[in-house]
C-alpha cells in the first residue's frame, strides 16, 4: 500500500512541470486510494488577461497530461471525469487502472520542455516533421491548424498579433496584472516560486530603482511590437489550437492536446513559444474566427515553433503547497 502511495505521489509530481499562463501553476492535487482529484486554484486568477479562466483550465489540463503520461509510464490506464462543483468550477477526476495503458515516448520530454520566448534561427521546419505534427492526436472537440512562415495566414496572424498588442497595452489594469507577475530578482524568484523570472524574459537583474523607468519604456505596444516581429520573422510556423464549444471541459482537453503537442515538438528538437495575446482579445478572435478558415471554431492557443537556442527554466511551487493526501 505504501509503495503504490509514493508511485501515486511521484505521479503529481510532474504536473508540477507543466506550462501554465503567468505561471501561474493553478492546481491542486489531491492524492486518492486509486488515483487524484484535481481542483482548478482560483487564488491568484489572471482577471483582465483570462477574464473567462480559459487560460486557467488550459494550464489545469496540461498538468493533467502529465500527470497521465507519468500513470502509462508505470503501466496504469486512466478514465477521467469532469465533476461540476457548487461553485461552477470544473474539477476532474482521474481513476487508474493498472495492466491497461504502455509508456508514451513523450513522458521522458516533460522535464525538457520549455516555453522560448527568444528569436529564433529563422530555419523553416521540414514538410515532415510538419505532417507529423499535423497528424497527432487530439481530444475530442479540439482542432489545431499550422500556417507556414508568409502563407497568407501566416501574415494575417501576425497582425491581429500587432493589433491585440495595441489593445492590451493601452489598458493599465493589464499593464498592472502583467507587473505583478514579473519576478525582477532571485529573491523575489525563491519568494515567490511562480511567475516570469527575468531570466525567462532574457532580461538581465533590474535593480528595485531602475524597474519603473525600464518598464515604462517597455511596457509600451510600440517596444513590445518591435519584439514580437523579430520573434515572428524568425519563426518556422504559427500553430492555432482552437475548441468547439468554449467550456471549461473542453479547455481541459484542449491543454491535454497541448502538452502532447509541447512534448513532441520537443522530442523533435523544434522550439515553441506562445504568442496569445490575439486569442486573449476577444474583439481580435472575433476577427480571426471571420478571416482565417478555422469552421467558425474558438481560438484558443497561438503557439510559434521554429530553432532556437534553450533557454532559461522557470521557477515552480514546492510539492507540498500543491499535493495533498485525500
Ligand atoms: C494557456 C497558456 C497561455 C500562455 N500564454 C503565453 C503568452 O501569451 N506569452 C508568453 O510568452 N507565454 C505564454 N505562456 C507560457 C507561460 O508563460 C509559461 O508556460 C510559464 O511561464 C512557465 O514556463 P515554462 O513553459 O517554460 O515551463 C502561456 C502558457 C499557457 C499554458
Known amino acids: 500500500m505504501e509503495k ?6 511521484t505521479m503529481s509530481t510532474y504536473a508540477i512541470k507543466a506550462p501554465s499562463s503567468h505561471n501561474t501553476q493553478p492546481w491542486i492535487i489531491f492524492i486518492k486510494d486509486n488515483g487524484f482529484e484535481i481542483y482548478p486554484d482560483f487564488s491568484n486568477p489572471l482577471t483582465i488577461a483570462d477574464n473567462s479562466n480559459r ?23 486512466e478514465a477521467l471525469t469532469f465533476i461540476l462543483n457548487e461553485n461552477q468550477q470544473v474539477n476532474v477526476r482521474i481513476d487508474l487502472s493498472k495492466g491497461t495503458a504502455n509508456p508514451s515516448a513523450l513522458f521522458s520530454q516533460i522535464n525538457k520542455r520549455q516555453t522560448n520566448r527568444s528569436v529564433f534561427f529563422d530555419r523553416e521546419i521540414p514538410d515532415k516533421e510538419i505532417t507529423k505534427l499535423t497528424n497527432l492526436k487530439l481530444d475530442e472537440g479540439v482542432k489545431h491548424f499550422i500556417y507556414k512562415y508568409n502563407a497568407t495566414e501566416f501574415n494575417q496572424i501576425r497582425s491581429f498579433v500587432r493589433e491585440a498588442n495595441e489593445i492590451q497595452l493601452a489598458d493599465d489594469r493589464y499593464k498592472d496584472e502583467l507587473l505583478s507577475w514579473i519576478r525582477f530578482s532571485n529573491s523575489q524568484i525563491n519568494q515567490f516560486q511562480n511567475g516570469l523570472s527575468y531570466k525567462t524574459l532574457g532580461v538581465s537583474i533590474i535593480p528595485p530603482f531602475l524597474r ?14 518591435k519584439a514580437d516581429e523579430k520573434r515572428m520573422q524568425t519563426s518556422s510556423h504559427f500553430v492555432l489550437f482552437t475548441c468547439e464549444k468554449n467550456t471549461p471541459e473542453e479547455w481541459i482537453k484542449l491543454g491535454r492536446s497541448l502538452q502532447r503537442f509541447l512534448l513532441q515538438t520537443c522530442k523533435m528538437k523544434i522550439a515553441s513559444g506562445f504568442l496569445n495575446q490575439p486569442c486573449e482579445v476577444e474583439v481580435i478572435a472575433d476577427k480571426m474566427k471571420d478571416c482565417l478558415q478555422i469552421e467558425n471554431r474558438h481560438p484558443a492557443i497561438l503557439l510559434r515553433i521554429g530553432y532556437a537556442h534553450p533557454v532559461a527554466y522557470s521557477p515552480r511551487k514546492q510539492a507540498s503547497s500543491i499535493i495533498f493526501n485525500k
Not at 486557467?56 to 507519468?70: M, R, V, W
Open 4 to 9: 503504490h502511495l509514493s508511485d501515486l505521489y
Open 55 to 77: 487560460e486557467l483550465y488550459i494550464s489545469l489540463g496540461c498538468a493533467i497530461e502529465n500527470i497521465c503520461l507519468a500513470a502509462n509510464e508505470k503501466g496504469y490506464g
Open 212 to 225: 519603473k523607468i525600464i518598464i515604462k519604456s517597455q511596457l509600451k505596444a510600440s517596444a513590445q511590437n
